[in-house]
Every structure is written in structure tokens, then in C-alpha cells.
């Protein structure tokens, strides 16, 4: 079955960096777009960034240009997000999801950003 397991979140400092990890399995990760999500009490679920199966087309919200960057290794079956110049509302719950309707998801790692 499919399995998104994220991982990488933590408690940082406005202007602070995290790279968010994600590893896949169950699927054939290399033919697969990735996305990563986003959820707050008060916001529900945002799209955060999409990447293609070959990294060659990645999308980003307006809120997410300039400061995240995703990547991902076909070769470990693994999507990141580097997500630098944090702000507290970028505090959430992040998760990877698999596919154009990104319906499948992991449980998602928090992200804090507090000083």
C-alpha cells in the first residue's frame, strides 16, 4: 500500500531554515508529481508546491516564492522541501502527497516557527 512518511519538522526562529523530508513507498515513485501541503487551524489545507515525475516542472503558492525550494531523488524515492526565511505563519502541519490530486497523504510533520 501507499506510504508517505514526512519527517523534518521542529521549532525554529522567524528567519530560520528547515528541510522537510518525505519517503515514499508502494508506488512507483519516479512516475508520480509530488506535492507538498500545508494545514493550520485557521487556514485548512494549502497547496504549498507541486514537482513533476522528473523535477522538471515545479509550481509554488505565492507565499512559497523565493523562500522554499522542492527537490526530489528518484532514486531514494524521497521529495524535500527546503524551506528558508521562515515566518510564524508558516507554522503548520506539512505534508507530502502523491499525484495530480494529491489525495493520498502522509501524517505530516509541525512546523513552528516561534521565537
Known amino acids: 500500500q501507499v506510504q508517505l512518511v514526512e519527517s523534518g519538522g521542529g521549532l525554529v526562529q522567524p528567519g530560520g531554515s528547515l528541510r522537510l523530508s518525505c519517503v515514499a513507498s508502494g508506488f512507483p515513485f519516479n512516475s508520480y508529481v509530488m506535492k507538498w501541503v500545508r494545514q493550520t487551524p485557521g487556514k485548512g489545507l494549502e497547496w504549498v508546491s507541486t514537482?513533476?515525475?522528473?523535477?522538471?516542472?515545479?509550481n509554488y503558492a505565492d507565499f512559497a516564492k523565493g523562500r522554499f525550494t522542492i527537490s526530489r531523488d528518484n532514486d531514494k524515492n524521497t521529495v524535500y522541501l527546503q524551506m528558508n526565511s521562515l515566518k510564524p505563519e508558516d507554522t503548520a502541519v506539512y505534508y507530502c502527497?502523491?499525484?495530480?490530486?494529491?489525495?493520498?497523504r502522509g501524517k505530516g510533520t509541525q512546523v513552528t516557527v516561534s521565537s
Open positions: 502527497a502523491k499525484g495530480i490530486t494529491g489525495s493520498e
Open positions: 514537482i513533476n515525475a522528473d523535477s522538471v516542472f515545479k
